[in-house]
């Protein structure tokens, strides 16, 4: 008796976690909208809409050319105040 609550309760638990997991693949395949990137070119006409990696790209690409850029201009230096 006892060997066959240990299996029932095993069995439950098995099945709470299945429902769990079915909830969450359903949440990731969820679609992702679309952003729009301000300086990104557009798609040409007739293609899609850029995919979720594309538009990271085109993020990381963005953040790194004003690093960049920032990295490029100079530090102004303090004034000497020990005259």
Request: net charge positive; hydrophobic share 45%; aromatic share 2%.
């Amino acid at each position: 008796m006892r060997m066959g609550f240990g299996l029932v309760g095993l069995l439950v638990a098995l099945a709470i976690v299945a429902v769990l997991v079915k909830k969450q693949m359903g949440a990731t395949r969820a679609s992702v909208p679309v952003i729009a990137v301000p300086g990104a070119q557009p798609p040409a006409s007739g293609a899609s809409a850029a995919t979720v990696r594309e538009q990271s790209q085109q993020v990381q690409q963005q953040v790194k050319q004003q690093m960049e850029a920032l990295m490029q201009q100079a530090r102004p230096m303090p004034e000497d105040e020990s005259k």
